[in-house]
């Protein structure tokens, strides 16, 4: 028989070993969460840095616009020069109106840069990618990030209709409209007239000298022009895509294109939710790919609490100086048909003066609670913390920006409450139906049939359906006027999905 000491020997004996054992396998736990951990915190820098480098790419694309439309004037003037004596004495005004297309780029290169003076950069703009080696990380923005040009007929470049895909932001930035009082502070401190004034700024050699305003360039350093960097010329053209997208969203001039895409939508908010003045809490309203930020606006005035969604930095500058800056109704003017002398009944129609705002945001009667988020859209809303909390979604123009449909519709579906509505209005131009070049790029291009179907497979049942016919972005005294023939619809939401 063996004692109980003998039988608790061999034990004590080993009893060092497993603890070694025990604490090999803690501390190569911990090296692999000390890993995981350290892997987590360089792709979240790389996000972050990868992010400060579009955002100071599409900087950089508002700076150079200047010199790339002085560079535009300066061809059309050697092609001038080109004339025979007796050709150029049948258009003598022709070296007059090279004049006025200056002042014209003058004016617009002054009001983006007092929009530029305004932003505050959400991110360090120093951040580089020194470090990061993997260069195929470096390219990932262009996989996701489009502004929503291809609507934009004139943003295309021409014999194709592929447009280039840049770099944006995908993170979330919530910019809650800021109202107004009389002392509230401002970018500058100019009067109506001096904004509006051609004699208070000049342009020279395509930069920008300004003898006026509170936003010093020291506070932004990433405004210096010594500091820019030169952008392919498509990233200008996406400037130039803003300047006209500023006509539809807040110029009188593009009350009828609003009235052609906002208004049916609108209309169709106010009566499926009639009885909503009277409610404790407004009825919420979602509106993805925002843009400049009207349309949601124009909600907020209805009664509803609204968040304008938009993922391009191009628009989210120049919707948040708008609304946010803007101090009195037609405040600034811009010159938007200047870019082009194709299709122009006359010079003075080429050249013709917009005003902007046509209304004063803070004070067009907005519900508490309206605000803009910036970020991808699937990105953003498919948190958990997200569904079933909207009664309404709203998209204008938006569904065919996605590489998957299927995704944004079932996104849609997920944050509606049951019984909320989607009214969509706008046509399938696929974004990334045309690109080339990019092996991996998804785009998955449905008909409109097969949209509904989808869509009564997420639990949605159409309501009300029409076609509407519209534009997008068009000039109205151009001779090319492109139309829509778009998808208006009012989809419920009876149940929800389930898997």
Known sequence: MISSSEMTEPTTAQAPETVTAVATETEMSRERDG????????????????????????????????????????????????????????????????????????????????MLQAFEPPIDLSQDLDGYEDSNLDCAPHEKYVLDERHDSSCQPALTNNCAHEEESKSLHDSELQKK?????????????????????????????????????????????????????????????????????????????????????????????????????????????????????????????????EFSYYMMICSSFILNYAQVPNEWTIYPWIHSNCNSLSDNDQLRPVSIPDIHPASAGITEGFSMCGGDFVEVYNESCQAGMWDAVVTCFFIDTAHNIIEYIETISKILKDGGVWINLGPLLYHFADTYGHDNEMSIELSLEDVKRVASQYGFEIEKERTIETTYTTNPRSMMQNRYYTAFWTMRKKCAITT
Not at 94 to 109: D, G
Not at 261 to 287: A, G, H, M, N, W
């Open 181 to 309: 009082d009389t002392n509230g502070p401002s970018p500058n401190n100019y009067s109506e007239d001096a904004r509006n004034n051609d004699d208070r700024y000049d342009c020279d050699g395509g930069q920008l000298n300004h003898d006026h305003g509170n936003a010093s360039l020291s506070a932004h350093d990433w405004l210096d022009p010594s500091l820019q960097t030169h952008v392919p010329l498509v990233d200008v053209d996406k400037v130039r895509c803003i300047i006209r997208n500023i006509v539809r969203d807040w110029a009188a001039e593009g009350q009828r294109e609003r009235d052609q895409c906002y208004k049916p939508i609108l209309d169709e908010l106010d009566s499926l939710f009639p009885d909503r003045q009277k409610q404790s809490t407004p009825p919420s309203c979602l509106v993805p790919g925002a843009g400049l930020g009207r349309l949601a606006l124009e909600i907020s005035c209805l009664g509803f609490i609204s968040q304008g969604n």
């Open 35 to 114: 890993e995981e951990e350290e892997k987590i915190r360089r792709q979240k820098k790389l996000e972050e840095a990868l992010e400060a480098k579009s955002l100071r790419r599409i900087i950089s694309a508002y700076l150079n616009y200047p010199e790339a439309a002085e560079e535009d004037l300066k061809k059309w003037e050697r092609s001038y020069r080109k004339l025979s004596p007796a050709h150029k004495a049948l258009v003598p005004h022709y070296a007059l109106k090279f004049e006025r297309l200056k002042r014209c780029i003058s004016t617009n290169s002054y009001f983006i840069f007092n």
